[in-house]
Nanobody, 111 residues
């Protein structure tokens, strides 16, 4: 079993930035593709960005040019740098990898 723990969420004003981290621990024997998803109140969970074991990235259209996903395989950690944040980015952000989910971290964009 692999455990994922997200951190870095919080309250930020529109136009601001946040960096989320997701650290994996447990029985890790391979490098997994990892991804960030988000779920806003009353909405379904949606894909934000993914990164393969080799570093190939994919982004949702709504975050292209503003968010950057990266990973440190030595630390089993994936990051999400979020710039130019908008109120519609407000959601609980979840990390996914090794077929497991983290507990989520709240991101609130508001003035």
């Amino acid at each position: 079993q692999v455990q994922l723990v997200e951190s870095g969420g919080g309250l930020v004003q529109p136009g601001g930035s946040l960096r989320l981290s997701c650290a994996a621990s447990g029985r890790i024997f391979t490098i997994s593709a990892m991804g960030w998803y988000r779920q806003a109140p009353g909405k379904q969970r949606e894909l934000v960005a993914t990164i393969t074991s080799g570093g190939s990235r994919h982004y949702a259209d709504s975050v292209k040019g503003r968010f950057t996903i990266s990973r440190d395989n030595a630390k089993n950690t994936v990051y999400l740098q979020m710039n130019s944040l908008k109120p519609e980015d407000t959601a609980v952000y979840y990390c996914n990898g090794w077929s497991n989910w983290g507990q989520g971290t709240q991101v609130t964009v508001s003035s």
